[in-house]
């Protein structure tokens, strides 16, 4: 079979860089552009997908082109005299040592959520994955005893990280210790969750990659910097880490396509398995999986090979599953009690039940100010760009897609739960930038007048867009490093000599700081008069805005209302705020200032949290 025909500029190329071409496609991190290429597919990747050896060779050599993602037609006159990016896109370390300090910088800026609050668990979901884990270290055992999301994968990594401390840090059993050092324990697993999210920033670049080393590094900035992410990526639950995997799933589908068999089939496959011992939604990682294989067969028309994979991926993902936590398949009954107990409108205090449609629309609202009309933007130009370059390899990233429709089916939503939903737009906005900056690079060389204004005018929207998202990532971070208000209103608390016994209170407050109980349950309106349930002579009423906001929000809760605004008509003894500038809005500058002027009310000693109002109760009775 003969090669698809290449330009003199890729040949010279080529030729400069034959001895590490084809290590360069085997390795994870490396297209390409790692080589000196131009961007496009080596010629055995091609092939591999080529036309069968019956075809013309003409029709072989374009079936090649085709398959990569390029055609001889699609590029210009200007794309095949020059390569694509500036001078050190040839240049495998620049491009790694880059990406390196970037994980870094990821990782530093998730310590301090690492030590927020501790050692007192402000979120009410850590406690499954310390306890499960300290319970399977007394039970010297490697079973996971909860089944909710599972986070089975947390728990054990959580369960042998607990023990190799106990042991150097007290030389005792950490079941022994976990009661006196809790926020020790706690901080390992929020660790677990960091790690993961440093990955995501390499797998991030490896991705982007694969549309050009500037899509590639500005896909590890977004991912090492992206507000929601670190908001969410220092907590011991499974979202992010969760993201980071479906993130590895779509570049194992992007392998297969780029080199269709067992072992990156495999590698997909026990991806997604291993996500669903996090999570169950990471079954959902089949779905690029899926259309990895429907793509490699409608190109090479291998359709044995496919019906064959088709068939044994289940297989391999069942096996996986065993593998990695064999009670999720031993104890399935289980798991899918688990599964219909949670899809419902109920399955939390002040759920609001919207509708498929309106849950689509929550997931929008939610995300779209963080990423901010610059990257909105640049996504669609990325997909623009994927559609003319003809990418293959990026069919896998409709998965964002089917996560946002397939979780917005769900009665119950969270934004923490969509930020799977956020690996498209970002590597799609990350290969709008990184494709449109090579474009005009290559017009510049060409002598393309307009190309040099537009370089300069692009840069600055890209470096407003940049800062923004760093900025947005610094103020996350700043929420963690301020006081939260729950622990600050505990001063006030011992000198007024409030506890359990004399107070009736919210979750999400000082004494119960990460419990979702409301107030409700303690105090009712009876005859337009507060009456308090079984707490004879209580004094005082705490109400955290992590609770009654959800009431405000369906007519259906309107006895919970009455109760709040009873108790707001009360002598107020002590409130604390947190500081704040307003909400997110798509529109950069805004969002910017807004995210400024939070820093610095942190840096002036502003607090964070949930704004907390102490009420002095009347002689109830």
């Given at each position: 079979m003969r090669a698809p025909v290449t330009t003199t500029a890729e040949r010279h190329t080529t030729g400069l860089n034959a001895g590490k071409f084809t290590n360069a496609m085997r390795s994870s991190l490396m297209t390409p552009a790692d080589?000196?290429?131009?961007?496009?597919?080596?010629?055995?990747?091609?092939?591999?997908?080529?036309?069968?050896?019956?075809?013309?060779?003409?029709?072989?050599?374009?079936?090649?082109?085709?398959?990569?993602?390029?055609?001889?037609?699609?590029?210009?006159?200007?794309?095949?005299?020059?390569?694509?990016?500036?001078?050190?896109?040839?240049?495998?370390?620049?491009?790694?040592?880059?990406?390196?300090?970037?994980?870094?910088?990821?990782?530093?800026?998730?310590?301090?959520?690492?030590?927020?609050?501790?050692?007192?668990?402000?979120?009410?979901?850590?406690?499954?994955?310390?306890?499960?884990a300290i319970q399977m270290a007394a039970a010297n055992s490697f079973e996971p005893p909860?089944?909710?999301?599972?986070?089975?994968?947390?728990?054990?990594?959580?369960?042998?990280?607990?023990?190799?401390?106990?042991?150097?840090?007290?030389?005792?059993?950490?079941?022994?210790?976990?009661?006196?050092?809790?926020?020790?324990?706690?901080?390992?697993?929020?660790?677990?969750?960091?790690?993961?999210?440093?990955?995501?920033?390499?797998?991030?670049?490896?991705?982007?990659?694969?549309?050009?080393?500037?899509?590639?590094?500005?896909?590890?900035?977004?991912?090492?910097?992206?507000?929601?992410?670190?908001?969410?990526?220092?907590?011991?639950?499974?979202?992010?880490?969760?993201?980071?995997?479906?993130?590895?799933?779509?570049?194992?589908?992007?392998?297969y396509i780029e080199r269709p068999g067992w072992r990156n089939l495999v590698i997909g496959c026990a991806l997604v398995a291993l996500a669903v011992t996090l999570k169950y939604p990471g079954a959902l990682g089949a779905i690029p999986l899926g259309v990895a294989i429907v793509t490699v067969a409608v190109r090479t028309r291998a359709w044995g090979r496919a019906v064959l994979h088709a068939i044994g991926a289940p297989a391999i993902f069942v096996a996986s599953i065993f593998a990695f936590s064999p009670v999720l398949i031993t104890d399935f009954a289980e798991v899918r009690r688990q599964l219909t107990a949670q899809d419902g409108e109920n399955g939390h205090l002040g759920a609001d039940g919207l509708s498929w449609s309106g849950n689509l629309g929550y997931y929008v609202d939610a995300f779209s100010p963080w990423l901010g009309s610059i990257l909105l933007?640049?996504?669609?130009?990325?997909?623009?760009?994927?559609?003319?370059?003809?990418?293959?390899?990026?069919?896998?990233?409709?998965?964002?897609?089917?996560?946002?429709?397939?979780?917005?089916?769900?009665?119950?939503?969270?934004?923490?739960?969509?930020?799977?939903?956020?690996?498209?737009?970002?590597?799609?906005?990350?290969?709008?930038?990184?494709?449109?900056?090579?474009?005009?690079?290559?017009?510049?060389r060409a002598g393309a007048r307009f190309a040099m204004p537009t370089l300069v005018i692009g840069a600055a929207v890209a470096t407003l867009s940049g800062v923004t998202v760093l900025i947005g990532g610094i103020a996350a971070a700043a929420h963690f490093a301020a006081t939260d208000t729950r622990l600050e209103a505990l001063k006030t608390f011992e000198r007024l000599g409030m506890t359990a016994e004399n107070t009736v209170m919210d979750g999400y407050s000082p004494l119960m700081p990460g419990i979702p109980s409301p107030i409700t349950s303690s105090v009712s309106l009876e005859d337009g008069r507060l009456v308090v349930h079984d707490l004879p002579g209580a004094q005082y009423a705490v109400v955290s805005s992590g609770m009654y906001p959800r009431y405000f929000a369906s007519t259906k809760y309107q006895a919970e209302q009455d109760v709040y605004r009873a108790l707001a008509n009360l002598p107020v003894v002590a409130k604390w705020a947190p500081s704040g500038a307003g909400l997110r809005v798509v529109a950069e500058p805004t969002s910017l200032r807004r995210d400024l002027d939070f820093i610095g009310d942190v840096a002036r000693g502003g607090l964070s949290g949930p704004t907390i109002t102490v009420?002095?109760?009347?002689?109830a009775g």
């Amino acid at each position: 079979m003969r090669a698809p025909v290449t330009t003199t500029a890729e040949r010279h190329t080529t030729g400069l860089n034959a001895g590490k071409f084809t290590n360069a496609m085997r390795s994870s991190l490396m297209t390409p552009a790692d080589a000196g290429d131009t961007g496009r597919p080596t010629a055995d990747v091609e092939t591999s997908l080529a036309a069968p050896e019956s075809a013309a060779t003409d029709a072989t050599a374009r079936a090649g082109a085709a398959v990569s993602g390029e055609t001889d037609d699609v590029a210009t006159a200007a794309d095949d005299e020059a390569p694509r990016g500036p001078r050190w896109y040839a240049s495998a370390w620049v491009p790694r040592l880059i990406v390196a300090l970037l994980a870094a910088a990821a990782g530093l800026l998730r310590i301090p959520g690492v030590r927020w609050g501790l050692p007192a668990g402000l979120h009410p979901d850590e406690w499954v994955i310390t306890r499960g884990a300290i319970q399977m270290a007394a039970a010297n055992s490697f079973e996971p005893p909860y089944f909710s999301r599972p986070d089975h994968l947390e728990m054990q990594l959580s369960t042998l990280l607990y023990r190799a401390y106990s042991q150097l840090a007290f030389g005792a059993p950490a079941e022994r210790m976990f009661d006196q050092h809790p926020g020790d324990f706690l901080a390992i697993s929020r660790s677990v969750t960091v790690a993961f999210g440093v990955a995501a920033v390499v797998l991030a670049y490896a991705v982007g990659h694969r549309f050009g080393t500037i899509s590639g590094l500005v896909a590890a900035f977004l991912f090492a910097f992206f507000g929601p992410f670190i908001e969410n990526g220092s907590f011991a639950t499974p979202d992010v880490p969760l993201t980071t995997l479906m993130l590895a799933v779509v570049l194992a589908s992007i392998w297969y396509i780029e080199r269709p068999g067992w072992r990156n089939l495999v590698i997909g496959c026990a991806l997604v398995a291993l996500a669903v011992t996090l999570k169950y939604p990471g079954a959902l990682g089949a779905i690029p999986l899926g259309v990895a294989i429907v793509t490699v067969a409608v190109r090479t028309r291998a359709w044995g090979r496919a019906v064959l994979h088709a068939i044994g991926a289940p297989a391999i993902f069942v096996a996986s599953i065993f593998a990695f936590s064999p009670v999720l398949i031993t104890d399935f009954a289980e798991v899918r009690r688990q599964l219909t107990a949670q899809d419902g409108e109920n399955g939390h205090l002040g759920a609001d039940g919207l509708s498929w449609s309106g849950n689509l629309g929550y997931y929008v609202d939610a995300f779209s100010p963080w990423l901010g009309s610059i990257l909105l933007v640049a996504a669609v130009v990325g997909l623009i760009w994927c559609v003319r370059d003809r990418k293959v390899v990026a069919l896998p990233l409709v998965f964002g897609v089917a996560y946002w429709f397939a979780m917005s089916a769900l009665a119950l939503h969270w934004a923490r739960w969509g930020l799977p939903i956020l690996i498209t737009p970002l590597i799609l906005a990350a290969v709008g930038f990184g494709r449109t900056t090579e474009w005009l690079i290559a017009r510049r060389r060409a002598g393309a007048r307009f190309a040099m204004p537009t370089l300069v005018i692009g840069a600055a929207v890209a470096t407003l867009s940049g800062v923004t998202v760093l900025i947005g990532g610094i103020a996350a971070a700043a929420h963690f490093a301020a006081t939260d208000t729950r622990l600050e209103a505990l001063k006030t608390f011992e000198r007024l000599g409030m506890t359990a016994e004399n107070t009736v209170m919210d979750g999400y407050s000082p004494l119960m700081p990460g419990i979702p109980s409301p107030i409700t349950s303690s105090v009712s309106l009876e005859d337009g008069r507060l009456v308090v349930h079984d707490l004879p002579g209580a004094q005082y009423a705490v109400v955290s805005s992590g609770m009654y906001p959800r009431y405000f929000a369906s007519t259906k809760y309107q006895a919970e209302q009455d109760v709040y605004r009873a108790l707001a008509n009360l002598p107020v003894v002590a409130k604390w705020a947190p500081s704040g500038a307003g909400l997110r809005v798509v529109a950069e500058p805004t969002s910017l200032r807004r995210d400024l002027d939070f820093i610095g009310d942190v840096a002036r000693g502003g607090l964070s949290g949930p704004t907390i109002t102490v009420y002095r109760l009347p002689d109830a009775g």
